[in-house]
């Protein structure tokens, strides 16, 4: 797995920038549990997320779940045959004394990346 530092987003709502957390998972896609804790540098407010995949899974679906401090907080689920989810908005508080994790489970399909939204 390679992580990529958060990065800015241009635009937002009503000129609100948001930044974005992104986990990619390079190679094929397999169980993985308790992926990469991440601590925030300030309080924040996830917005959104979605996942996208570089080859499809054709033989089941891929799910995401993250999680807040080891408890899950959300899950997204890539349908079998596409590329992309569509983008799941919601509003959690996450506090620097918070950690995120990313748990895993599919058996095939690759070059997945998850991308969280935050302000």
Do not use: C
């Not at 689920?77 to 590329?83: G, K, P, S, V, W």
């Amino acid at each position: 797995m390679k992580k990529i530092a958060a990065k800015q987003i241009e635009g937002g709502v009503g000129g609100v920038i948001e930044l974005a957390k992104i986990y990619n998972f390079v190679g094929t896609l397999s169980t993985k549990v308790g992926v990469s804790r991440w601590y925030p540098e300030r309080n924040i407010m996830l917005k959104s997320a979605f996942v996208s995949v570089g080859v499809k899974h054709t033989g089941g679906t891929v799910v995401v779940n993250v999680l807040k401090n080891g408890e899950p907080l959300f899950s997204i689920t890539l349908a079998t045959d596409t590329f992309k989810t569509a983008v799941s908005t919601f509003e959690h508080s996450i506090l620097t004394t918070d950690y995120l994790t990313v748990n895993v489970a599919a058996n095939g399909g690759s070059d997945m990346a998850l991308t969280i939204t935050y302000q």
